[in-house]
């Protein structure tokens, strides 16, 4: 069982940064892949980044790639997005989750076990 909470969203201009931070519980957290999705209102959740269990693959969604960065401190068993560059499209509530198949990039929600509670961004214009 793995717990996930999501700091770091808050309010920002267009053209700002923000860094999204995930702090999982447990103690194996490099058995576990890592990901960020998000969810604009009305529309479906999407894919932001994911990451392996030891850091070494990533992958982004194209509308982010280039802006934002995933990685992880597994001795803090914390995931980090540092986004740069935000657009008011950016708006959205991100997640976090983790998937025990720590050697594989999953790039759709449902092959995620666990998932965080969520925090709001919010780029202005």
């Known amino acids: 069982q793995v717990q996930l909470v999501e700091s770091g969203g808050g309010l920002v201009q267009s053209g700002g940064s923000l860094r999204l931070s995930c702090a999982a519980s447990?103690?194996?957290?490099?058995?576990?892949?890592m990901g960020w999705f998000r969810q604009a209102p009305g529309k479906e959740r999407e894919f932001v980044a994911a990451?392996?269990?030891?850091?070494?693959?990533?992958n982004y969604a194209d509308s982010v790639k280039g802006r934002f960065t995933i990685s992880r401190d597994n001795a803090k068993n914390t995931v980090y997005l540092q986004m740069n560059s935000l657009k008011p499209e950016d708006t959205a509530v991100y997640y976090c989750?983790?998937?025990?198949?720590?050697?594989?990039?999953?790039?759709?929600?449902?092959?995620?076990?666990?998932w965080g509670q969520g925090t709001q961004v919010t780029v202005s214009s």
């Open positions: 447990g103690r194996t957290f490099t058995n576990y892949a």
């Open positions: 990451i392996t269990g030891s850091g070494g693959n990533t």
């Open positions: 989750a983790a998937d025990p198949g720590g050697s594989y990039i999953y790039t759709r929600g449902y092959e995620y076990d666990y």
